[in-house]
């Protein structure tokens, strides 16, 4: 059973940092695309970077490109998404899930997703 785990989010001012945790078992990384999701209150779960099975590559949602970094520890079996810049738009809950198939930023080809972590931009 793959299960991953979310942590890292705060309160945070405009214009600040923050990195996300997402800490995955259950799966080797070969077979699994590792997805980042935000949901804000009242809006629907949006993409926001993907890395593909093998790490080879990942993608950015418009929204976050050249602010989000998304990387992998794959001795620790965890994923980051490092996020610069922040602005007040990026407060909501954060997710991570995971795909068997292909990197993408349509949360409804995810089959695994963790709980969430908070994440509030504002001063």
């Known amino acids: 059973q793959v299960q991953l785990v979310e942590s890292g989010g705060d309160l945070v001012q405009p214009g600040g940092s923050l990195r996300l945790t997402c800490a995955v078992s259950?799966?080797?990384?070969?077979?699994?695309?590792i997805g980042w999701f935000r949901q804000a209150p009242g809006k629907e779960r949006e993409g926001l970077s993907c890395i593909t099975r093998r790490g080879a590559s990942t993608i950015f949602a418009n929204s976050v490109q050249g602010r989000f970094t998304i990387s992998r520890d794959v001795a620790k079996n965890t994923l980051y998404l490092q996020m610069n810049n922040l602005q007040p738009e990026d407060t909501g809950v954060y997710y991570c899930?995971?795909?068997?198939?292909?990197?993408?930023?349509?949360?409804?080809?995810?089959?695994?997703w963790g709980q969430g972590t908070q994440v509030t931009v504002s001063s």
């Open positions: 259950g799966y080797t990384w070969d077979y699994y695309a």
């Open positions: 899930a995971a795909e068997k198939l292909q990197c993408s930023l349509s949360a409804s080809v995810y089959d695994y």
